[in-house]
């Protein structure tokens, strides 16, 4: 890989800035949309930019090809679950502290790879990283101020959520050998195909509004909630993959994954500027130490060390 110039820290940059701004604008969204069609309408405009993409290069979907259970699966678990959990626990915790919460997918990966992958063991270091990020995490948990009896199960699902992200990382495996635009796409697609039925049904026929579903189908939905959903789509979804793809390309895996350092930083100065949310002390000692712990494994995966 080439070595990198301001340009890519820039793009860098404007990736973490794009991923982080999914938060408050899943927090607007939940204004007026239930959780299960903030899920598919993010995945449907997100599909938009990369099968565009694909048709514009020529790039062959194989969606409903031989290997369709794989895209089917990660679909689901990797866009439809983790989308409509994050969606529901935002509607009653910060947009900051979901970017938090959503950072330790590094640190979830990397217990899961030990596990499910045959040359991600897990080490001293990572081990050190993973105890010391958990840590800021559970330290947040005691945050009685923005978490409470209220919305604690709020909180713990965006953190299943995440979870679910780092297992449809681990199945994208089995379709690794693939154009990443047909993989996006063919999951975008089987993603949309799984969550609209659904979105439509519980829009029409649930008789009354709750956290979890609201009555979608009608035309009096906030402007600002309505500019959210189509931009989570079409940009953290979308475009920011196509970006995502031109870094990993040009810069490799290990300069890309630094973009995990910066969204909780973000997360933190959009939520404030935007919803003026509020920033606690243990807010800040939590960030730190995610932010160290996904230091130390990333860390321990550019030296040599003793396997536990």
């Known amino acids: 890989m080439k070595e990198p110039k301001i340009l890519d820290y820039i793009l860098l940059t404007i990736l973490a800035l794009i ?12 204004y007026s949309y239930s959780p299960v069609t903030i899920a598919f309408l993010r995945i449907f405009f997100g599909a938009i930019p990369v099968v565009g993409l694909c048709l514009y290069k020529k790039i062959k979907i194989e969606a409903f090809s031989k290997d369709w259970y794989w895209f089917a699966t990660i679909g689901i678990i990797n866009l439809v679950i983790p989308f409509f959990l994050i969606a529901y626990g935002v509607q009653k915790v910060q947009s900051n502290l979901a970017a938090i919460l959503m950072a330790t997918t590094p640190l979830s990966a990397t217990v899961l790879a030990h ?9 001293y270091i990572k081990t050190i990283g993973v105890l010391v990020g958990f840590s800021g995490i559970v330290y947040l948990f005691s945050d009685n101020i923005l978490i409470n009896q209220n919305n604690f199960m709020s909180a713990i699902s965006i953190l299943i959520g995440s979870t679910f992200y780092v297992i449809g990382g ?18 975008l ?36 909630s309505t500019l959210s959903v189509i931009y989570l789509g079409v940009v953290p979804t979308g475009i920011a993959w196509l970006l995502r793809f031109r870094i990993l390309k040009n810069n490799g895996l290990v300069f890309q994954a630094q973009v995990a350092y910066l969204i909780p930083i973000f997360g933190i100065i959009l939520g404030y500027i935007f ?11 939590a960030v730190a130490a995610v932010i160290t712990g996904i230091y130390f494994v990333k860390k321990s995966n550019s030296k040599k060390v003793i396997s536990v």
């Open 19 to 30: 991923w982080s701004s999914a938060f408050f604008n899943i927090k607007i969204a939940t």
């Open 115 to 123: 596990f499910f992958t045959k040359n991600e063991k897990i080490n």
């Open 170 to 187: 681990l199945l994208t495996l089995k379709v690794s050998n693939k154009k990443n635009e047909n993989v996006t796409s063919s999951i």
């Open 189 to 224: 697609i089987w993603a949309t195909i799984f969550i609209l039925p659904i979105s439509l049904a519980l829009s029409y026929f649930n008789p009354t509004e709750t956290l979890m579903f609201k009555q979608d189908l009608h035309l009096s939905h906030r402007v600002d």
């Open 275 to 285: 919803l003026k949310e509020l920033i606690t002390i243990k807010v800040l000692v």
